[in-house]
């Protein structure tokens, strides 16, 4: 550890650290462009120009490496200058897209100025025209007047992702970004391209014009899709009676965690996501004679406490069966065995969770829920479903989640559940498997509901509630905690 | 040219690679061929000098776009380049540029629409003590006054068969 | 080289540049001589010569050399810089052209010096017939066994690689020359780590100047103390002065460092040319900060030339006949460098093309007087905040022309606007 003063104050911070670096991590602004903390040192924006003693001119604190005693000023008049006349560059050759542009409350130009800029803007020549609204992949837009050349985008493509598919011709003021021969970036981290640009260059066709950043909400949470747990934060519009909509989640953004996803998200978390929030179960169902009616939550649990005394009293109390997957966390999973003890012990449980995908070799993992880890430390087996096995083995099922129908047509479930009394579905979602079973329990996603997951590493990671779940639907926790109390009656923890 | 390259001139590729301890540096010599060759860098010239090399094309059209010397669309069968920089401008190479202009009818940068002459301007060409100078296919004249300039072109309208008396009005961009 | 040639250097007669008549000048006997010599040594003489580099940075080549680290794992390499694209410089080309030996000579010296078994001679692309002619040197040299394996019987082995540019005057700078070389766009490089450390492919490297390696024969052959001694104190023996502008004969001179400007405009350049007289100078290449007649009598020597504000640069003097309009010199000084921006730096990128659109609008009548004072202010915020020297370059000379000359370019404004309103 060394010892510099940034402004007079005193600092301390590993040997090999920026100046840069050192400043971030002791909550003191020193503004930058081209640097990324992925990255090695650029040193081309020339906006984190510092001054530091010994030197005669100014030195850039993303490339400089403290020494000792070093002493470093930010706030003299000369770093002032140096940055106002950055920005004045960088606005002399940039558009006035403000009003339409969607980076608008978030770019890091538009922040500057503000900060350290201020002045009348003096360029009376005629700028260059470049290209705009270029789309490039996936469902990303660039804009060559916007673009600052700060290069992070093709330095993401070339280092993180390894793909390139992103350039830099020609040279001076006429140098300008694009793909190859029209050669578009499909690669599942296109969307931290827009993450990345400082500006409002490249953006999401997704995102474009829907909403002004400044209008989010924002809430920290962890996307489920698959085992790596990647934090994200959730940008969302609380609904309104009013308008009748519910929540809306606008964006799914990387939250960075160098133990878990560095500082990515792959677009999977980040498109998926969002529309995951739609088409989801409000209310208590039953399916009755070709009905449907609604329930409340009070009738639903004595419904299948009943159901499940009645077995236990026909001395069949071990044909209750459990379907279950790794959407569930930790301490959902622990109520599970603890409100179905005799089910987890007697082996009488399965898990169907999504069928495996392909891990990319950065984040994205093989297995798709967040849980499954977690599952395993926590002694569960993690059976495949047999239908034969299940429609043998219980009188009385309780499914979490609809992967099944990804393990087996739906015909052939329906098929298999016809067999069984009594079964309950667990989902979010409304979905073909409603109709193969006898009550649907709407349940609460990640954003709405507390808990931990384990990931692939082991690593264990809770989330909070960023917004209340829609309708009646509840976290799977409370209705496990619910039903453990009317199956075995108030026994505290620790059972 | 052909989008494949023959056996000849992989091996002289081949043969420039060799004497760089790694491949990619031989992308400048290896361009400057196949220019030579084909008249242009196009997207063909490009992958041929990716594929030969072991680059992305993508990085091959990054240098093509940063040097001045590499064209995309082939030139006229004569270049003219004239320096404009400051020794040549002082020495009149603004009068120059003028002449070849109405001569050949081109802007700098242009080429006839006969195919035969493109016109360009450079900054300093290292002649400066023959100021004003420019090229004629890489052969270096200085100093030039008008009287060289009609000279030279006579020469080479004579060389490509063409009548006397300025080119046409038409021009292509070059 | 001897230094009693002070006319204008003529087109050296046939054949001179082929080896047989080289070696009957002498050629090729200090390569032989250094090569008896250890390296260390080699380097001693070089650094008592107090050589400085001739392509516009001036930094003494025995320093520059002794920071090399021959005991990696890398190969050490020599870069040759002969990219010449300093406005008003034709040295190199000449040297290259006229006595490419000589240059292989120093090439072969240098190589010994600092351990270097592979030197590329970055050529600018423009000068095809000095690479040709350079090429047809190494091959005479192979087979006189002065260039390949066991060079002069020795086990030494060196091979020279012509190597040629495209077109990007930025190439020129060292760092910017080393990506080049590496299949990359002429970028320059964040420094540290230096070339010195980390060069071309990651390995140590030595980049010089042409005319900076072809007085390496001599010191080697009169020695260090003679070469020094032949100069300024700390800046050793002569170079090639090359004049071009309003002079009555154009062309390199050889001269003694410290040589007055004057002298050399009017004692060996024959003074301004006919019917005209020089208002200005540009004393190193067109990024020397421009000088006026009061300045003439300052002596041709790097720190002198530093001190006054201006610099020695490439040697390129560049003389201004009253008939020239500064705004036309304003005019092609920021046109030029905005061309040869290589865009990576926020002022560098943008302030170039800056300049230059101002000076466009000026030179075309639609400009007025406080466009002068935003030239300034744009070159002021370039000054010292780039990340290569490249922007220095393109603001001081402008800095300087307006500072010295602004009565003139207020009149040559106006009389464009005048004229326009009269269109």
């Known amino acids: 550890m060394l010892k510099i003063r940034i402004d007079g104050r005193e600092i301390e911070t590993p040997d090999g650290t920026t100046v840069l670096a050192a400043a971030l991590a002791s909550g003191i602004e020193i503004p930058h462009f081209c640097h990324h903390p992925a990255f090695e040192p650029e040193g081309t924006c020339r906006m984190c120009l510092v001054g530091i003693e010994g030197s005669p001119k100014l030195e850039l604190a993303c490339a400089t490496k403290v020494k000792e005693g070093m002493k470093v000023s930010t706030d003299t008049p000369e770093v002032a200058a140096a940055r106002r006349d950055v920005l004045e560059f960088l606005l002399a050759e940039h558009p006035l897209d403000c009003p339409v542009c969607d980076k608008a409350g978030e770019c890091r130009l538009q922040d500057y100025y503000d900060r350290h800029g201020r002045f009348a803007g003096r360029f009376r020549e005629t700028r260059e025209k470049k290209d705009k609204i270029v789309p490039i992949g996936r469902s990303l837009l660039l804009d060559n007047e916007r673009c600052i050349l700060c290069t992070r985008c093709v330095r993401f493509l070339r280092r993180v992702t390894g793909t390139g598919e992103l350039g830099v011709y020609q040279r001076g003021v006429r140098t300008w970004i694009g793909l190859y021969e029209g050669l578009k970036i499909d690669n599942d981290y296109s969307g931290n391209l827009v993450e990345i640009c400082p500006v409002g260059a490249i953006t999401d066709a997704d995102f474009r014009a829907r909403t002004r950043t400044w209008l989010l909400e924002k809430g920290d949470s962890l996307c489920p899709h698959c085992g790596r747990g990647c934090n994200v934060t959730l940008e969302f519009r609380s609904g309104s009676e009013r308008s009748g909509e519910g929540t809306k989640v606008f964006r799914v953004r990387a939250r960075e965690n160098p133990g878990v996803n560095g500082h990515w998200i792959c677009d999977i978390g980040r498109y998926v996501y969002p529309k995951g929030i739609e088409d989801r179960c409000r209310r208590v169902l039953m399916n009755k004679d070709g009905n449907v009616t609604e329930l409340s939550w009070d009738q639903a649990l ?79 087996e993690l059976r495949a479903p047999d239908l034969r096995e299940i429609a043998k083995s219980a009188d009385l099922i309780l499914i979490f989640g609809t992967a099944l129908l990804e393990h087996f047509p739906e015909d052939i479930v329906r098929e298999a559940l016809a067999g069984i009394q009594a079964k309950f579905l667990f989902t979010a979602h409304a979905g073909a498997l409603d109709r193969s079973v006898d009550v649907i329990l709407p349940t609460a996603l990640m954003g709405e509901r507390s808990g931990s997951v384990t990931n692939i590493d082991g690593k264990v990671q809770s989330f909070h509630p960023v917004w209340n779940p829609p309708g009646d639907a509840r976290p799977a926790g409370d209705i496990l905690a619910d039903l453990d109390r009317a199956l075995n009656g108030e026994r505290g923890v620790g059972t | 040219m052909s989008p494949v390259l023959s056996a000849e001139v992989r091996e002289e590729i081949r043969a420039i690679a060799s004497r760089y301890p790694r491949g990619e540096a031989a992308l400048l010599p290896v361009l400057h061929l196949l220019q030579r060759l084909s008249g242009a860098i196009t997207p063909v010239e490009e992958r041929q000098a990716a594929e030969a090399l072991g680059l992305d094309p993508i990085r091959v059209r990054e240098v093509v776009t940063f040097h001045t010397m590499f064209r995309t669309r082939r030139a006229g069968t004569h270049v003219i380049e004239v320096c404009i920089n400051l020794s040549c401008t002082m020495a009149g190479s603004e009068a120059l540029v003028a002449r070849l202009r109405e001569v050949l009818g081109i802007d700098p940068g242009e080429t006839t629409a006969d195919g035969k002459f493109t016109l360009v301007t450079a900054e300093c060409l290292g002649n400066c003590d023959r100021a004003p100078c420019l090229t004629v296919d890489g052969e270096d004249h200085g100093p030039v006054d008008a009287a060289a300039i009609d000279g030279v072109l006579a020469a080479l309208r004579r060389e490509e068969g063409l009548g006397e008396g300025t080119a046409s009005r038409e021009r292509g961009k070059s | 080289m001897t230094t009693t040639s002070l006319r204008p250097l003529m087109d050296a007669a046939e054949n001179l540049f082929r080896l047989d008549a080289y070696r009957r000048r002498g050629g090729y006997e200090s390569a032989r001589k250094a090569l008896k010599m250890a390296p260390s040594d080699v380097m001693a003489e070089v650094r008592k010569a107090e050589l400085r580099g001739r392509g516009g940075a001036g930094f003494p080549a025995g320093i520059k050399w002794g920071f090399i680290r021959r005991d990696g794992d890398k190969p050490v390499y020599l870069c040759v810089n002969a990219d010449e694209g300093e406005p008003g410089t034709f040295k190199d080309r000449w040297l290259m052209t006229h006595e490419p030996h ?322």
């Open chain 3, 102 to 423: 000589l240059l292989l000579e120093g090439i072969i010296i240098t190589a010994h010096a600092v351990g270097a078994h592979s030197a590329f001679v970055y050529v600018r692309g423009e000068y095809e017939g000095a690479a040709r002619r350079l090429e047809e040197a190494i091959a005479e040299a192979r087979e006189a066994g002065f260039l390949g394996e066991k060079i002069f019987g020795k086990d030494f082995d060196l091979e020279v690689v012509i190597h040629r540019g495209a077109g990007a005057y930025i190439c020129g700078e060292e760092t910017a020359l080393l990506e080049s070389l590496e299949g990359k766009r002429g970028e320059p490089r964040l420094k540290p780590p230096f070339p010195s450390s980390i060069g071309l492919f990651g390995a140590p490297t030595v980049i010089n100047n042409v005319e900076t390696l072809c007085n390496v024969p001599r010191i080697i052959g009169e020695g260090g103390e003679a070469f020094a001694a032949a100069g300024r104190p700390g800046d050793g023996g002569t170079r090639l002065f090359g004049v071009s502008g309003a002079v009555r004969r154009p062309g390199l001179y050889e001269l003694p460092i410290g040589t007055p400007l004057r002298e050399l405009l009017y004692a060996h350049a024959g003074g301004p040319a006919e019917g005209t007289s020089i208002k200005a100078v540009i004393p190193g290449g067109l990024s020397a900060p421009i000088l006026r007649p009061d300045e003439f009598d300052l002596p041709l020597e790097c720190s002198v030339l530093a001190g006054a504000g201006t610099m020695i640069g490439s040697g390129a003097v560049i003389a201004v006949g009253s008939n020239t309009s500064m705004l036309e010199v304003l005019g092609v000084m920021t046109r030029f460098y905005d061309h040869e921006s290589c865009g990576q730096c926020t002022p560098c990128r943008i302030g170039t093309s800056w300049m230059h659109k101002t000076a466009a609008r000026l030179a075309s009548g639609d400009g007025e007087s406080r466009d002068f004072d935003e030239l300034v202010r744009v070159a002021v915020s370039i000054k010292g905040r780039t990340f290569c020297p490249f922007g220095d370059a393109a603001a001081l000379p402008v800095l300087a022309l307006v500072g010295k000359f602004r009565a003139e370019l207020e009149e040559r404004a106006s009389e464009a606007a005048a004229r326009k309103r009269s269109c």
């Open chain 1, 302 to 380: 004595v419904l299948l406490t009943e159901k499940v005394r009645a077995l236990q009293g026909a001395g069949r109390g071990g044909r209750v069966g459990l379907v279950l997957d790794t959407f569930l966390s930790n301490e959902e999973l622990a109520l599970v065995r603890r409100a179905f003890s005799g089910a987890v012990a007697g082996r009488n449980y399965w898990f169907a969770d999504p069928l495996p995908g392909r891990a990319d070799g950065l984040l994205l993992t093989a297995e798709r829920t967040p849980n499954r880890r977690g599952a395993l430390d926590l002694g569960f």
